[in-house]
């Protein structure tokens, strides 16, 4: 949620391509507004902004023409202030002299804008990244224009989790501080970079500086000095060199990176597969897991991950008869955070790895001595540095907002662990990917289809039976997502203890069946179609299943627990299709960011 960026040259020159491309890299984290903003070496700030997605705005305000010596990006998800140009970030404090733009939450922003007013500051929005503007501004002012102080007094008075980068048009350097929200900084040739994220700072160089909560970052074209908020020491750490890949967010003839990813599900299964034969992790996870006797370990997550975890659950039951309880992050600390102790195990599963309710999670436990093992997609990210193991993903860079291929390859990972722990043969699960691009090819167009039918409808139901529950939940959620329609997953037989009511005359309600669950399925869609709903199955060829439905979606034939795997993809492929028949961009859904660093 929000993302920031900031470089420092030696010399001025036209900084509009780096922060715009900079920008485009950071997008997933925000697009209800944009601006830029650039220093000129004779102190004149050049500020633009404006309401709506970086490829818009930055064409209708020039950008890429923006020249200076120093220059900010931001991208806004909106939390305090609606998406306003006001709002927009960056900002400038009351007399123009400095700008500044964060990511996060100041807590106390309603207070602190009072105080501003109060004191005769000129506030112009309700923003809070405004707020950091100020908070630093008045301290600059009354200790005589020391940077490095004021950040620090400004601190103090801000709360909440967030990072800010601010520059003084009179200063060569610009200052940056972390506290909660992920900030990691670079250094190349004469120029020294901030970002939120790695993304945005690998095109521009490998020398990486990771950021620590409670540090401030100066940034000089030649240098990334490092001070403790608390005391003002300087700290020293050595910059690292990134060698992973530069992911490029190109979308590689796909219309969308949604579909894009999905098409990615067979390959970065595979790849998955073969990584976990060979992770020494594997074996620190699974002695972790067994280590807690007879209590469970926990599965955590948020979102779509979560209901990854709940099918973990079915998987560590089914294959390995072990009991794990999935629980969502926040929930965790509600039911769980008094009693869990140093012999449980909580595996955290977020494809951002800065999941801001993972990572309050997390510190619950390590609070409570537990083991905290991670499963994570971007390498690097909080969750990996705060895991005693962690596994990744492999799924490269996910760019769409709607999780698709780390979904798959978090199932995939919970299963191969079942298996193992259960001792049966891994060979089974090569068959995978073949399998999941047999499903993409054969459901395209029935998704297709069925993406025609639904869309006509404001209300659905997707249901899951058993192991094909999370399944359910997940199918709604992406349907909910990218279509705006209301969707609601749920277990096939609670259906009539209820929701039955919502089904009348050609109402869609979406069956996922894994083989073996037919039989007891058929009695749920008869519930629907003898009340004039429409039913459309997921599932394996099944004879009695299709006679009993009106659509059938047909999945590969497997084993039972490669099924929900599978049956995943129609499902993603249904929300997609429906999406883009809406007129909506599945990549960029209103009101969402693909990282949420706030609770
Ligand atoms: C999925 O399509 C969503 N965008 C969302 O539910 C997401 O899974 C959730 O915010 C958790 O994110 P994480 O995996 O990065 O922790």
Request: net charge negative; hydrophobic share 40%; charged share 20%.
């Amino acid at each position: 949620m929000c993302g920031i960026f900031g470089i420092v040259m030696d010399r001025e020159q036209v900084l509009g391509p780096v922060l715009v491309e900079s920008g485009r890299r950071l997008a997933y984290r925000g697009y209800d507004s944009v601006g830029c903003a650039t220093v000129a070496a004779d102190g004149t700030i050049d500020l633009r902004k404006g309401v709506g997605r970086i490829e818009d705005v930055s064409v209708q305000l020039d950008f890429s023409a923006m020249r200076g010596i120093r220059g900010i990006t931001q991208l806004r998800w909106a939390t305090f202030g609606a998406p306003s140009y006001a709002n927009a970030q960056p900002h400038l404090d009351s007399d123009g002299d400095m700008v500044g733009a964060h990511n996060g939450n100041v807590v106390n922003n309603v207070q602190m804008r009072e105080l501003f007013i109060r004191e005769g500051l000129t506030v112009r929005g309700s923003n809070d990244g405004e707020t950091c503007v100020h908070a630093v501004e008045r301290h600059f002012d009354r200790n005589g224009g020391d940077m490095l102080a004021a950040i620090r007094a400004a601190y103090a008075d801000l709360e909440g989790d967030y990072a800010f980068v601010i520059t003084h048009h009179g200063d060569q350097r610009l200052y940056a501080i972390k506290k909660g929200s992920g900030l990691v900084a670079g250094l190349g040739d004469g120029l020294s970079c901030i970002s939120s994220d790695l993304p945005s700072i690998l095109p521009i160089t490998r020398r990486i500086v990771r950021i620590r909560d409670g540090e401030i970052v100066v940034l000089s074209p030649n240098a990334v000095e490092l001070y403790n908020v608390q005391d003002g020491s300087r700290i020293q750490r050595p910059e690292e060199r990134y060698d992973g890949p530069i992911e490029v967010a190109e979308k590689g003839g796909y219309p969308h990176f949604m579909l894009k990813e999905i098409h990615e599900e067979p390959t970065v299964a595979g790849e998955l597969l073969h990584l976990l034969q060979s992770s020494p992790h594997v074996e620190r996870f699974l002695g972790a897991l067994t280590a807690t006797g007879d209590r469970p370990a926990y599965l955590v997550g948020c979102g779509t991950s979560y209901h990854a975890c709940l099918l973990g659950a079915y998987y560590f039951n089914q294959v390995a008869h072990r009991a794990v309880v999935p629980v969502l992050a926040p929930q965790f600390i509600e039911q769980y955070g008094e009693s869990v102790g140093p012999e449980d195990t909580a595996v955290f599963v977020s494809q951002s790895g800065e999941t801001k309710d993972v990572l309050n999670a997390i510190k619950v436990m390590r609070k409570r001595g537990g083991r905290v093992l991670g499963v994570l997609n971007v390498l690097g990210s909080s969750l990996m540095q705060q895991s005693d193991a962690y596994l990744p993903l492999a799924c490269g860079y996910e760019i769409s907002v709607p999780a698709t291929k780390t979904f798959v390859n978090q199932c995939v990972l919970f299963l191969y662990l079942a298996y193992r722990l259960a001792g049966r043969n891994t060979d089974e699960l090569q068959a995978l990917p073949g399998l999941l691009a047999q499903c993409l090819a054969d459901t395209d167009g029935p998704a297709r289809e069925v993406a025609n039918y639904v869309g006509k409808w404001s209300a659905l139901h997707y249901l899951g039976y058993g192991i094909t529950h999370p399944i359910a939940l997940e199918a709604a959620l992406k349907l909910k997502e990218i279509t705006y329609a209301h969707c609601e997953g749920m277990f096939s037989s609670e259906f009539k203890h209820g929701p039955l009511s919502a089904v009348h005359d050609g109402y869609p309600v979406l069956f996922v069946t894994a083989p073996q669950d037919e039989m007891m399925m058929i009695n749920h869609v008869n519930e629907v179609t003898t009340r004039g709903g429409r039913s459309i199955a997921i599932a394996a060829e099944h004879p009695a299943l299709r006679s009993n439905v009106q659509d059938y979606l047909v999945v590969p034939p497997s084993n039972r627990f490669l099924f929900p795997i599978l049956a995943t993809l129609p499902a993603q492929l249904i929300a997609y299709h429906m999406s883009v028949g809406r007129g909506i961009d599945p990549d960029f859904p209103r009101n969402l960011s693909k990282t949420l660093t706030v609770d």
